[in-house]
């Protein structure tokens, strides 16, 4: 794990800790049946017959790598962009210290799309380690939730996906290496996307998504993440067998982002 990476998931642990309860998988169950039913984040992202990329539009205002992104953005305004660009999804940074986002970013984003139709489903963006954060994810209305790899050990990677599927979330398993890959799918990882930015050195290459995602089983959705910045990488993504796209930093700095969402779509 990079030394990022790691100082992130310390941070998050010690950030967590007053909120920790044992969370049973049947409160998340009698939680999910309570709450109500979010648009199905896995349906989304399948490559709808027209053969476009389904594309992900991330709100994040800033980040390690690129410092400063858009400090002062509306997370509604950003989402009702991303929506009217005909986004599939919306992955929503929920991370303050690092990301500059807030779990009200994601309630604020969800009420406003059941407000305001069509419904698009939401990622809740951070780092997540244990089923508090889950309950909090299917709380505040998203459809996913995010199992970083590289970052987890396996029995917590197999708490955090029984816990969200018991909440009636899907899980996006990202991965940067091959051996991450293995791993997702002994877990039954069904959404797998691959982080083309390499955490040690915050370079992103999108040779990591042409080399893992060939490899992915048939029957697993496929995301390319970080990067994507031109309907030209777009369309390596695409190539390389992406059923997905998930954009964050062009997206957010560009003058009209659903102008550049389409194109990307298109690519
Ligand atoms: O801004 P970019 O390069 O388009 O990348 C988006 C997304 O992939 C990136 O924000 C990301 C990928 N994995 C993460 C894990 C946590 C926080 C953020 C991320």
Redesign the pocket.
Known sequence: MSDKLLEIMAHKRREIAPVLREVPLDELRELDASLPRPPSFAEALRRPDDDRLAVIA?I?RR?P??GA?AENASATEQARRYQAAGASAL?V?T?NK??GGELGDLRDVVEMLRREPPSVPCLR???MLHPTQVREAREAGASAI?I?VRALDDPTIATLYAAAQAAGLDALF?IHEEPELARALAHGAKII?V???DLAVFK?DLAFSERLIPRFPKNVIAVS?????TAADAARARAAGAHAI???????RAPDPQALLQSLANA
């Open positions: 991330e994040k980040s790598s690129a992104i992955s940074l991370d690092y990301f963006k951070d780092f995010l970083i990202e996307g982080n083309n930015r992103t993440e970080s990067g994507i910045a998930l954009v964050g930093e062009s997206l957010m």
